[in-house]
């Protein structure tokens, strides 16, 4: 352990410089990694096909490239798929993270290359450590295993070449090195396990041997794998399982439903949490400050990063910004060139900056995930807080939810109908719903406006779900474990209804 310490502080020091570099440089340093992109990519199909060779700005790169949804890019990646190669970037690929961000039972796949796992995912990974190091020089995280929470992956044959896709989780365990592996607990047989109930079991009994110091996951996964080894152990919380667990490195959903869980399950006054933005088009983000859950925007991971405004996305020919033209407090839709070969890929998610000098940012949402079926414009991150602030006057705690809208009828007004599966559920839902509707006034004056008496919106619908639901949905669905996740706001009723017929 000392000399994987000593290591640690040598390269964590290297890194921090570089962090700080590209803080004090950041327009230079996109600026080089879209220099980088373009010459790389010239050679490609897809650089053919827009003469990359010629394009010598960003502005000539926005003017000559359309904005790509998955739709769009598809034809290129079944392609990939199928064993070809060079068709949206000059490495093999071999690996495809399977997206979950849809309430589809299709499935997104993302290209993987070499590049992207080095560059952009490893990157991040070892960025965490080392952010988080050097805001706790006295960490003794090594000094005990680190529990990773992933996915599964399945391998296909084409020509006589094996190709991958599953879960990023999964896809970044398998291609861990060495002495990583021998660091982290469970073993790869268990880890990559797609029986996801059964994992959840063998997870627990072979993690409780071990000294864990660090969890690696989704919140609501990780929960339930905790439930689990506690059920398992009979002891009345995690800091009896593993009294030197000191910090929860956490993604893929904001944490602030779940805050108030992990405080109870894990009473130890030390523990630290530290989130990050992890997709599987890319790492983005990494909590850098020790009292703020703002998110350093990483800029030199081989992605180049443009902004549309919100109000934008509609238009045929959406207005896009560079990093030196985005300002703090609105809302911009998230598009990426990566070395993965996405080329002005909205990803889908929306957010916002709060802070320029460096660059920091929040996640607000989803580009479709919001209601607004009334003009409302209800967003996650409107609900996500307004939650928070009704769980906190009721004393409560929320394992899990979902909303969309209730549309009028011949003798109801229209309301938002919101599913929520609750830890400790509210004296008084009535109470809690009125809670919830003052925070969402109070977050959003668009649904202020919309609930004025009465006359757009009536008050919210509770729907107590037992628990155990949403898990049952995810199930039937096949999306158990890895990254999966219930999606939160629908501006249709499609979601809702499946619930509502499966509770």
């Known amino acids: 352990m000392a000399i994987i310490n000593t290591v640690a502080s040598w390269f964590i020091k290297k890194r921090m410089h570089q962090i700080e570099l590209f803080i004090k440089y950041p327009h230079e340093v996109q600026a080089e990694w879209f220099k980088r992109l373009i010459a790389l990519g010239k050679t490609t199909e897809f650089g053919r096909t827009y003469d990359f060779k010629s394009i010598k700005t960003p502005e000539q790169y926005a003017e000559r490239i359309p904005i790509h949804s998955y739709e769009n890019l598809k034809p290129y990646i079944d392609r990939l798929r199928t064993g070809e190669q060079n068709v949206l970037w000059p490495e093999e690929i071999k690996w495809f993270a399977k997206s979950s961000g849809t309430t589809s039972s299709k499935s997104k796949f993302i290209p993987v290359s070499n590049s992207s796992l080095e560059e952009c995912h490893f990157k991040g990974g070892k960025d965490m450590l080392s952010l988080y190091i050097n805001n706790h020089p006295d960490t003794e995280v090594f000094d005990g295993k680190g529990l990773v929470m992933g996915g599964s992956h399945t391998i296909s044959e ?55 110091t660090s969890i690696s996951g989704v919140p ?87 902004f549309v405004p919100v109000d934008e996305l509609e238009q045929e020919h959406p207005k896009t910004l560079l990093l030196h033209e985005v300002e703090k407090g609105v809302n911009y839709a998230l598009l990426i060139t990566t070395n993965a070969g996405l080329w002005r890929y909205l990803i889908g998610d929306t957010i916002s900056f709060t802070s320029l000098n460096p660059f920091r940012i929040k996640i607000t949402g989803r580009t479709k995930s919001f209601i607004n079926a009334f003009g409302e414009e209800l967003i996650i991150d409107n609900a996500e807080k307004a939650l928070a602030i009704a769980s906190q006057k009721c004393n409560i705690n929320i394992i899990d939810y979902t909303a969309a809208p209730f549309y009028s009828t011949d003798k109801e007004t ?90």
């Open 158 to 212: 084409i020509n006589n070449e094996s190709y991958y896709d599953g879960d990023l989780s999964a896809i970044l365990i398998q291609n861990l090195p060495f002495w990583v592996q021998l660091m982290k607990t469970p073993n790869l047989s268990i880890a990559l396990m797609d029986e996801w109930e059964s994992k959840i079991e063998l997870m627990a009994r072979e993690t409780m041997q071990h000294d864990v």
């Open 220 to 306: 609501s996964w990780t929960l339930v794998l905790i439930k689990k080894i506690l059920e398992i152990t009979g002891k009345k919380n995690l800091s009896e399982v593993w009294p030197n667990l000191e910090v929860f490195f956490h993604g893929g959903v904001n944490f602030d439903p779940y805050r108030d869980q992990f405080k109870q399950l894990i009473p130890h006054a030390g523990m630290n949490y530290m989130e990050t933005y992890n997709a599987s088009e890319g790492f983005f983000g990494i909590q850098d400050q020790a009292n703020s859950h703002e998110l350093l925007l990483m800029l030199d991971y081989g992605i180049f990063y443009e």
């Open 414 to 503: 229209a309301a938002h109908e919101w599913l929520i599966e609750f830890e400790k559920e509210p004296e008084h839902i009535e109470f809690f719903a009125e809670t919830l509707d003052n925070a969402l006034k109070s977050l959003n004056s668009d649904y202020e406006a919309k609930r004025y008496h009465n006359m757009v919106l009536r008050p919210p619908i509770i729907h107590v779900l037992k628990k155990g639901t949403f898990y049952a949905w995810l199930k039937q669905k096949g999306k158990l474990g890895g990254q999966h996740k219930v999606p939160r706001l629908s501006n249709n009723r499609e979601l809702v209804e499946e619930i509502l017929k499966l509770a």
